[in-house]
């Protein structure tokens, strides 16, 4: 079994520690950190594979810490946030952030939501992984399902974990339209209250990366009145 280690940055030694330790109870390896510059200096000089990032800390807000973390790396990020404002969690995940969940929380859920995103980003060969099945290929644009890179017009493109999933979700359903709801329930699993501006903020973000002119999309389409849809030219 491979070492998977997690980073949890809060400013509150309380919640570390419950995290830590019911992380280590499912065998990850977990460094802590009491503020955001403390969480950039380990984050810099350790491999991570997910960081758990309280919004508020001292030194460094939670997310100057997730852009810095998204300048070289695509980790699953979970934002922590005690504001249940929805402008705070719309802006964490236009900044990178995977998840968000509000406190007080159940440790359970967090820990449920740490597994989901890990499983994904990891590719680790599961059941619902065809074997077979190692890429999707169009026309400007390669999606690999192993090494979980993808490539648009011959550039490589560094996608978030969630950005990954919902992309390629559209890009193996070509030409079907779906509504937010039905693109929430399937790359998020229904994992917390649905919310149509997660779905809204990560079309955007996608379209900024993998569309030669994000406001005239050749991919990720927009089906007004209903969803998106995926366009494109299989090769």
């Known amino acids: 079994m491979m070492d998977v280690r997690v980073l949890v940055a809060d400013d509150e030694r309380e919640i570390r520690e419950l995290l830590t330790a019911y992380l280590e109870r499912e065998m990850y390896s977990v460094d802590g950190a009491a503020d955001g510059e403390e969480a950039v200096h380990l984050f810099e000089r350790n491999h991570y594979h997910m960081v758990i990032l309280d919004l508020m800390m001292p030194r460094m807000d939670g997310m100057e810490v997730c852009r810095r973390i998204r300048n070289h790396s695509n980790v699953p990020i979970l934002m922590l946030t005690a504001k249940d404002q929805e402008l705070e ?21 967090v820990v449920a939501r740490v597994k989901a995103l890990m499983r994904r980003f990891l590719v680790l060969g599961s059941e619902g992984n065809r074997p077979d099945q190692s890429g999707i290929a169009y026309k400007g644009l390669t999606i690999d399902l192993k090494s979980y890179t993808v490539q648009a017009a011959g550039v490589n493109v560094a996608l978030t974990a969630k950005e990954f999933e919902l992309l390629k979700f559209l890009a193996s359903h070509p030409g079907q339209v779906f509504t937010k709801t039905q693109l929430f329930r399937n790359v998020w699993n229904g994992s917390y209250i649905e919310d149509d501006n997660t779905v809204m903020v990560h079309i955007r973000k996608l379209r900024k990366k993998i569309e030669a002119d994000p406001s005239n999309p050749a991919f990720i389409q927009t089906v007004w009145g209903i969803g998106y849809k995926f366009s494109g030219e299989k090769v």
């Open 89 to 109: 969690k719309i802006v964490g995940l236009s900044i990178g952030a995977d998840d968000y969940i509000t406190k007080p929380f159940s440790i359970h859920e």
